[in-house]
């Protein structure tokens, strides 16, 4: 019978604490709904299957790092090595997939270059105490220059199935994007997954209490690595080749993206859901301001507004509170 009522009262207890977070990006969640709505009415093709596939493949590889930098985010840690790692991911899979090791194979070195460098970092941060940007960053410049060592320039290839399957006219990225976020919910569930949290928003409590913090936060790193790379191998398949140089710009992309869906800076704050939506948000402002006819220059600066924008409302919320 208590076991009964202790599961009546977590289910009881379930939604309330997910409401509650889910304050500081409702503002976000109905600027992605105006953005959706604007979107749909410039583009009636996202409605099909072909243009929702297409925008989702889009979107993807931003989904994804911005992932890999809320779950550090959450932990109180941050990287600046998203953009090499990404890089990284593209060139070992334009270089591998169509050697001898196959598409298997080629999948597998991606996956776990990405596990072993992000735990590598980890390990640098948490047990050596190192500033995890400086950390990151220093990493950076290593990550990029291996991935020029690999591939000085774009080149390589990807199989053309492979492309055709990730990047065609089906929602593929779709499909795994879901899969991911199940993922995920299912790694909360974890007792690492459970002190994500409580690395962030407690180290020292948690730590008096033997949580596992190191062990989250260094298997926050490792997986954070795994996305990126992954979210490289996307790219590639989307373009058919390999890039040493692709992705820089999703370092501060994915930044940008964590920030708007309400992860803190400081740990323990904010949700993934809310990282995806800024991740989605970001991609629909390129996507409406292009066919708005948004010169190169106009579209930073109402992409810099609206972020400051969907930032600043919650905190003004909390003031008037």
Same mark, same amino acid.
Not at 9 to 14: D, T
Not at 95 to 115: D, K, Q
Not at 203 to 214: M, T
């Given at each position: 019978?208590?076991?009964? @009522?202790?599961?009546?009262?977590?289910?009881?207890?379930?939604?309330?604490?997910? !409401?509650?977070?889910?304050? %500081?990006?409702?503002?976000?969640?109905?600027?992605?709904?105006?953005?959706?709505?604007?979107?749909?009415?410039?583009?009636?093709?996202?409605?099909?299957?072909?243009? /929702?596939? #297409? /925008?989702?493949?889009?979107?993807?590889? *931003?989904? +994804?790092?911005?992932?890999?930098?809320?779950?550090?985010?959450?932990?109180?840690?941050?990287?600046?090595?998203?953009?090499?790692?990404?890089?990284?991911?593209?060139?070992?899979? @334009?270089?591998?997939?169509?050697?001898?090791?196959?598409?298997?194979?080629?999948?597998?070195?991606?996956?776990?270059?990405?596990?072993?460098?992000?735990?590598?970092?980890?390990?640098?941060?948490? #047990?050596?105490?190192?500033? @995890?940007?400086?950390?990151? +960053?220093?990493?950076?410049?290593?990550?990029?220059?291996?991935?020029?060592?690999?591939?000085?320039?774009?080149?390589?290839?990807?199989?053309?199935?492979?492309?055709?399957?990730? @990047?065609?006219?089906?929602?593929?990225?779709?499909?795994?994007?879901?899969?991911?976020?199940?993922?995920?919910?299912?790694?909360?569930?974890?007792? *690492?997954?459970?002190?994500?949290?409580?690395?962030?928003?407690?180290?020292?409590?948690?730590?008096?209490?033997?949580?596992?913090?190191?062990?989250?936060?260094?298997?926050?790193?490792?997986?954070?690595?795994?996305?990126?790379? %992954?979210?490289? !191998?996307?790219?590639?398949?989307?373009?058919?080749?390999?890039?040493?140089?692709?992705?820089?710009? /999703?370092?501060?992309?994915?930044?940008?993206?964590?920030?708007?869906?309400?992860?803190?800076?400081?740990?323990?704050?904010?949700?993934?859901?809310?990282?995806?939506?800024?991740?989605?948000?970001?991609?629909?402002?390129?996507?409406?301001?292009? /066919?708005?006819?948004?010169?190169?220059?106009?579209?930073?600066?109402?992409?810099?507004?609206?972020?400051?924008?969907?930032?600043?409302?919650?905190?003004?919320? #909390?003031?008037?509170?």
């Amino acid at each position: 019978m208590s076991t009964v @009522a202790s599961s009546s009262q977590a289910g009881a207890l379930y939604w309330p604490v997910q !409401l509650r977070r889910n304050v %500081g990006v409702r503002s976000l969640f109905a600027v992605v709904l105006a953005f959706v709505i604007a979107y749909g009415s410039l583009f009636p093709g996202l409605l099909t299957a072909s243009g /929702f596939a #297409k /925008f989702t493949q889009s979107w993807f590889p *931003l989904a +994804l790092v911005a992932m890999a930098q809320a779950i550090l985010m959450l932990t109180g840690g941050i990287s600046l090595a998203i953009g090499a790692m990404v890089s990284l991911g593209a060139v070992i899979a @334009a270089t591998t997939m169509t050697g001898p090791l196959g598409v298997a194979g080629g999948a597998a070195a991606v996956a776990l270059t990405g596990l072993g460098i992000g735990a590598a970092i980890g390990f640098i941060v948490v #047990k050596l105490r190192l500033p @995890a940007i400086v950390v990151t +960053l220093a990493g950076s410049f290593i990550i990029g220059g291996a991935a020029l060592l690999i591939l000085p320039r774009p080149g390589g290839a990807i199989p053309e199935w492979l492309s055709d399957l990730l @990047a065609g006219n089906t929602p593929a990225a779709f499909v795994l994007l879901v899969l991911i976020v199940l993922l995920w919910k299912l790694y909360l569930a974890t007792p *690492l997954g459970l002190s994500i949290y409580a690395a962030g928003e407690n180290p020292v409590g948690a730590y008096r209490s033997s949580v596992p913090i190191d062990g989250a936060r260094i298997a926050a790193y490792a997986i954070s690595g795994l996305l990126c790379t %992954g979210a490289g !191998l996307f790219i590639a398949a989307q373009t058919g080749s390999g890039d040493p140089v692709i992705g820089t710009a /999703f370092t501060l992309n994915s930044i940008a993206a964590a920030v708007l869906g309400g992860i803190g800076f400081l740990g323990g704050q904010g949700t993934m859901r809310g990282a995806l939506a800024g991740s989605l948000l970001l991609s629909l402002m390129i996507s409406v301001m292009f /066919f708005l006819g948004f010169t190169p220059v106009a579209q930073y600066v109402a992409q810099g507004l609206i972020i400051i924008g969907a930032v600043a409302i919650p905190q003004f919320r #909390k003031v008037q509170q």
